[in-house]
């Protein structure tokens, strides 16, 4: 059963930092992909970012420069962890965040790719 648990939430001032962290169980880690996505009030759940199953290739959403630009996703294989850091946060930036486990080792947007999710952690940034 592979599960996956997300930490680092919580309430911050716009212009903070954040690290997400998701821990990962069931299967050997590093033969597949994980991503972080998020989900706004009232939005869908949107790509953030991606990993592949080597950590050598990351892949950011680009409905967004800024997001590319001050997040960053990594990963240690060793410890089942993926990461993401965010930096100076925007309000717009509130969400649910989800970190997922890809069906491939391949990094991917495409969220029917991957096949398992975790429960979200909570990301406040107010104004």
């Known amino acids: 059963q592979v599960q996956l648990v997300e930490s680092g939430g919580g309430l911050v001032q716009a212009g903070a930092s954040l690290s997400l962290s998701c821990a990962a169980s069931g299967r050997t880690f590093s033969n597949y992909a994980m991503g972080w996505f998020r989900q706004a009030p009232g939005k869908q759940r949107e790509f953030v970012a991606s990993?592949?199953?080597?950590?050598?290739?990351?892949?950011?959403?680009d409905y967004s420069e800024s997001v590319k630009g001050r997040f960053s996703i990594s990963r240690n294989n060793a410890q089942n962890t993926v990461y993401l850091e965010m930096n100076s946060l925007k309000p717009e930036d509130t969400a649910v965040y989800y970190c997922a486990s890809a069906r491939s080792s391949q990094q991917t947007a495409v969220s029917s790719a991957y096949n398992y999710w975790g429960q979200g952690t909570q990301v406040t940034v107010s104004s």
């Open positions: 990993i592949s199953g080597s950590a050598r290739n990351t892949y950011y959403a």
